[in-house]
């Protein structure tokens, strides 16, 4: 039965056997995916014993007209002034609180946790590697993580504060009060941070699409005019209706994007 499995050669690996069978490599990857779950688990327990400190001064610190956020432009003039309004949280469930808590712990663990989870994959990857393709590689798990934070903050004191206000403010009648339970407000946050770090890992996705040969600097420059197109609309529709709000949303992510076409076009193979 054994022998129906393929052999997979380990190329930067001389000193060792020169092939690992299926199993061999599903044993390595139960490894490596027992001490991502270990240290998610470390960082969740963590997490959750500083209940106090993630809610107040974390998840719903964006919700205090005392953020720093809605301090600096408060500070520059009145016409960049704005703040969250009055929200009043509610919960639904008896449980909802603990439910909460838990779903918090266990993003953020993923969070703190997120450089030494890369770096177990790479180590699952490696072996699996030409010494050239290691190369190549070489500072990615230190890219990844710094685009990774770099996105989690951005949307953290930018992004997040942003869209608070202008939900907070959106109204359909005044006689609508604006509640809010406390698991659409870590839904919000969740989705205003986690696909904000997501969306900034956009140079080394491009990075390796183009060293594959499928995005090329040329394709991202035709199709710039569209992104900019749709950069603008998103940062028009979660800042608050004025022009340097918006401006302040769409540099970076304009910038990510002229980032990722000096990327492709350094990396993509060249015609001979």
């Known amino acids: 039965m054994l022998s129906l499995f393929s052999k997979v050669r380990k190329p930067n690996d001389p000193n060792e056997a020169a092939e690992m069978s299926f199993l061999d490599h599903f044993d390595a990857l139960r ?15 963590i997490v959750f014993l500083q209940k106090k400190f993630v809610f107040d001064s974390i998840i719903l610190a964006p919700l205090n007209k005392e953020f720093i956020t809605y301090r600096f432009f408060c500070g520059l003039s009145e016409f960049t002034c704005f703040d969250p309004g009055n929200i009043k949280i509610i919960t639904r ?20 946790t997120f450089p030494f989870c890369l770096y177990e994959l790479w180590k699952f990857i490696k072996p699996g590697l030409y010494q050239k393709e290691i190369d190549a590689t070489t500072g990615i798990i230190a890219a990844c993580t710094l685009l990774f934070i770099s996105g989690i903050l951005f949307g953290f004191y930018v992004i997040a504060p942003f869209s608070v206000s202008f939900l907070a403010s959106y109204d359909v ?3 609508v009060e604006n509640t809010a339970t406390l698991t659409s407000i870590v839904d919000n946050m969740t989705m205003f941070t986690l696909s904000t770090g997501a969306v900034f890992e956009l140079p ?5 699409l183009a060293r594959l040969g499928i995005m090329s600097d040329q394709f991202m420059r035709t199709y710039r005019r569209h992104a900019i197109v749709v950069i603008t609309i998103v940062a028009a529709i979660i800042t608050p209706p004025d022009v340097s709000s918006m401006i302040i949303v769409t540099i970076p992510l304009l910038f990510l994007y002229e980032m990722s076409i000096f990327i492709a076009k350094k990396y993509y193979p060249k015609a001979d």
Do not use: N, P
């Open 31 to 45: 490894k490596h995916l027992f001490r991502i779950a270990l240290y998610i688990t470390i960082g969740t327990v």
């Open 93 to 112: 469930e008896l449980s909802e609180q603990l439910t909460v808590h838990l779903k918090v712990s266990f993003f953020i663990g993923i969070i703190i």
């Open 173 to 175: 009648s005044s006689r």
């Open 204 to 208: 080394v996705l491009v990075y390796f």
